[in-house]
């Protein structure tokens, strides 16, 4: 139970509490398992956890998503069901196609900014939550009735702020522990009216398939020819629309948090954004996403043994990266606590000590979709607002669903630039 509540309540300092006790691989068994989680952080381990495919998933992802997304999710099939939908789900989020999205993005966060108040601080991550999910929306929906959108947007917001508390989580655990009914099924109703509103884009893409995201799923046939039927493919729009918005939006949401305390690195990705290059924005995106990882754990079960510091780990254990940890490794990352984006300028992250998107054949789809709208998010804001912390200490880590998030919301403080900056033409601007 104790590790458990450190676990929910103060989860950084308890990683690091075990790193300092334990050092880089060590277990914790969490209220309602019956099997301890194994946590890692030593990149070589990593790659060999997730380089093997025939892994499996542990409990804890399908407990807690499985109300949420239905059980034929990517996020929770194994094997070969599983590879059979990623080769249908992947096509849509291949890095080219990433463009077509770019300028949903540029529209739906300009808009947004424009409603921020001026000179008065506010809240961040709840404006990125609606921009996100508008972009999602807008990706798997393409062009629908908005006032179809609106709603749609209401009640996945509201199923997602229902899932969100300590309280729920807490409660789904002891649920398992002592049989109590799982506080999750309450959330039936809310999810049945979603699907209810999916069934009916579904079947206007059967009759008159369009571009968009939905469409290509509609279309898409498995190895022997079939299509995906309804029941499923509202399973895999729930995945997306979930795993698409809130973990962006955080990440987004963490971004800032950053910058806004390193005005050194502020002042420079201005510059660049104002300058229409990339580089640097690139490499701020890969730095925040390597110190504030948004998702902590991504773990499997081994059907096979693994081999950890020495040890042998037998096929059937839980195992995961402890995200946070193998990210700050002194080992990979010199200053690894520092916020320096120059250390990615001239080299891409390494597959085995940078993951915050997972590894393998369970490797997040929309890694490339989710880096394209934080980079495009941030270039929007930043031609458009100057912006400064609104507190003076760094958000604490809270946990949100299964993302760790800024317990605050990262308030800030936005005065709108020259508008010469906002058109994005890529001129300098006199500051
Ligand atoms: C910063 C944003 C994001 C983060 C940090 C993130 C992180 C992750 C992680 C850690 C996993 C598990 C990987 C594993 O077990 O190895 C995952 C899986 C997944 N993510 Fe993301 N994600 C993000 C954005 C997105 C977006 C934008 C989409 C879709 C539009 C998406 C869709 C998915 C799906 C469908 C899976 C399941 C993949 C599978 O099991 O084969 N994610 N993501």
Known sequence: MAQTLRWLLRPISFLESCRRRFGGTFSVRFLGFQTPMVMLSDPEAIRALYGNPEHRLPPGRTFALLPILGPRSLLLLEGRDHLARRRLMLPPFHGERMRAYESTVREVVARDVETWPDGEPFA????????????????VFGVTDPERRTRLADRVARLLADTASIGLQLGVLLSRRFGAPDPLTRLQALRLQID?????????????????????????????????DDAEIRDQLMTLLLAGHETTATGLAWTVDLLVRHPAVLER?????????????????????????????????????????????????????????????????????????????ASAPA?????????????????????MEMRVALAEILRRRSLRAASRSAERVARRNVTFSPAGGTRVIAVARDPVAASGDGDRVRR
């Open 269 to 345: 990705l201005v510059a660049d954004v104002d300058a229409g290059e990339q580089a640097y924005l690139r490499a701020v995106v890969t730095e925040s996403l390597r110190l504030r990882p948004v998702v902590p754990l991504a773990g499997r079960r081994l059907a096979a043994p693994l081999r950890v510091d020495g040890h042998v780990l037998p096929a059937g254990t839980d195992v995961t990266p402890a995200i946070w940890l193998a990210h700050t490794r002194a080992d990979r990352y010199p200053e690894p606590f520092a916020f320096r984006p120059e250390r990615f300028l």
């Open 196 to 228: 209810a509103m999916l069934d009916v884009e579904i079947a206007e893409r059967r009759a008159d398939p369009r571009e968009d995201i939905l469409s290509m799923l509609v279309a898409a046939r498995f190895e022997g020819g079939e299509p995906m």
């Open 351 to 371: 597959t085995s000590s940078w993951v915050p998107f997972g590894g393998g054949v369970r490797r997040c789809i929309g890694a490339a979709f989710a880096e």
């Open 124 to 139: 961040v991550h709840p404006r990125m939550q609606s921009v996100t999910l508008e972009v999602i929306l807008r990706a």
